[in-house]
């Protein structure tokens, strides 16, 4: 069973930048895609990126450009740096992992974007 946890959420002002991290419990090469994806309140969880085992990358265009998902294979984790952050980025962040069969999801961390 792949256990996949996100920490990193805080409060943060407008303009400002956290780093979100995803443990994984397996070697991340094991899952060919990994992502973050996110829900705010009253809507539907969105794709924010995804990185897949050969370093390719993937945004949401509304993060283009401020948010970069990167990996540490050596550490089993997954990060994502959002920078110049937006109210509108306020969120619960979820961590997914997919391998052919299955997939996975941590339990999601909070980011709030507030002065």
């Known amino acids: 069973q792949v256990q996949l946890v996100e920490s990193g959420g805080d409060l943060v002002q407008p303009g400002g930048s956290l780093r979100l991290s995803c443990a994984a419990s397996?070697?991340?090469?094991?899952?060919?895609?990994m992502g973050w994806y996110r829900q705010a309140p009253g809507k539907q969880r969105e794709l924010v990126a995804t990185?897949?085992?050969?370093?390719?990358?993937n945004y949401l265009d509304f993060v283009k450009g401020r948010f970069t998902i990167s990996r540490d294979n050596a550490n089993n984790t997954v990060y994502l740096q959002m920078n110049s952050l937006k109210p509108e980025d306020t969120a619960v962040y979820y961590c997914n992992g997919r391998t052919v069969t299955n997939d996975y999801w941590g339990k999601g961390t909070l980011v709030t974007v507030s002065s």
């Open positions: 990185i897949t085992s050969g370093d390719s990358t």
């Open positions: 397996v070697s991340i090469f094991s899952l060919y895609v």
